[in-house]
Structure formats: C-alpha cells, structure tokens
C-alpha cells in the first residue's frame, strides 16, 4: 500500500510555471525537470508526476538503487522530506497547485524509464502495449520476467505450456508497465 504525505497550500504564487519538453506520461502541464531535479537532489527516484482533479498535485518518489531504508522502503519521514522541499521550490517557480501529495509508488510501481526496466530487470511485471501483437492472438497485455535490454529493445519472458516466450519491443511501445507484487504470507501465525 503507498504511504502518502499531503499538504496544503493556502495561495499558490505568481502564475504557473512552463517547460519546453512534454512527458508522453504526464497530462497538463507541469515543470518535470524541476520536480524531477528536486526530489534526486534529496536522494531520491522520481518515479511520476500527476495532477489530480481539485488542484493537486501528486509525486511518486522511491529510494534510489542500490539505497536501502530501515523500514525497507519509502517511509513517512522520506515523504515529508521531499513534500517540505518541493513546497518551497514550487512556490519560487510558481507552480500553481492546492495540494501537493509526495508518495511511494507502491508494491505495483509503475516502469516510466527506461532505467526503471534496466533496474528491476529479474523482476515479475504487466506490460501493457499500446497495438496488440500479431501472432499472439491480438493480445495486448503481458505478464512476465522482465530481461536486462539488449540495445533499444525491452525484454519481456514467460513460460507457456511448452516453452518459453520470449517478447522484444521498444519503450514506444509501452502504454502501461507495472510490476507485479510478489508477497508471501508463509510463516504468518493465524
């Protein structure tokens, strides 16, 4: 479950900000590379940025690779942190927003970057493409091990019925890529 830090904002200064270069991920107009700069100049991954209905503004950070936390992940206190400095520098830019929410991204993070992919290479994932691929009865969704990229392409790997599957697109062709929790209750006491 994401953990989630809000804040308010009373009055939003000056007008809202600009940027030259559109997110494909991102709807509206927010100033990416601000956020972006902000939450790694905290120490942290910037996973995404979205905007929500009512004003707010939501920003999903997680720890960088190879960083490890004492509670295993983003915590309240790395919210706060990156919230605290976020307000600050979205007031001087003039980012007009009523609420700002700083969260983890959860156990289903998504895979915006291409550094995501290279990072949780080894892991279970559901890619989501944006035209379903011939041969394999339209399908459009997947769900397997993603593999290290090899050049521009992305790997995606499965077991079928009697072999292994092996699927190779572009970061284009991603609509949507989530990984996909893997949690075990063995050992819980009833």
């Known amino acids: 479950m994401p953990i989630f830090f809000s804040r308010k904002q009373a009055v939003a200064v000056g007008s809202k900000a600009s940027w030259q270069e559109e997110d494909r991920y991102l709807e509206g107009m927010l100033p ?4 972006e700069r902000t939450v790694q100049g905290c120490g942290y991954d910037l996973v995404d940025v979205e905007r929500a ?3 707010v503004l939501r920003v999903y950070i997680d720890l960088l690779p190879g960083a490890l936390s004492a509670g295993g992940g983003i915590t309240i206190a790395d919210c706060e942190k990156v919230s605290n400095q976020l307000s600050y520098v979205l007031t001087v830019d003039g980012v007009d927003y009523a609420r700002l ?64 599957v092996v699927l190779r697109f572009s970061p284009e062709d ?17």
Request: proline content about 7%.
């Open 174 to 190: 991603v609509e949507k890529a989530r990984l996909v929790p893997q949690t075990s209750f063995k050992g819980l006491k009833k």
């Open 32 to 35: 990416h590379d601000v956020i």
């Open 53 to 55: 209905p009512g004003g």
């Open 101 to 164: 929410e700083v969260s983890s991204p959860g156990l289903d993070r998504p895979l915006k970057k291409w550094s995501d992919f290279v990072r949780f290479a080894g892991e279970k994932a559901s890619v989501r493409l944006r035209v379903p691929v011939e041969g394999m009865g339209n399908q459009r969704v997947f769900q397997g091990t993603l593999q290290e990229p090899e050049g521009d392409e992305l790997i995606l790997e499965w077991e079928a019925k009697e072999n292994t």
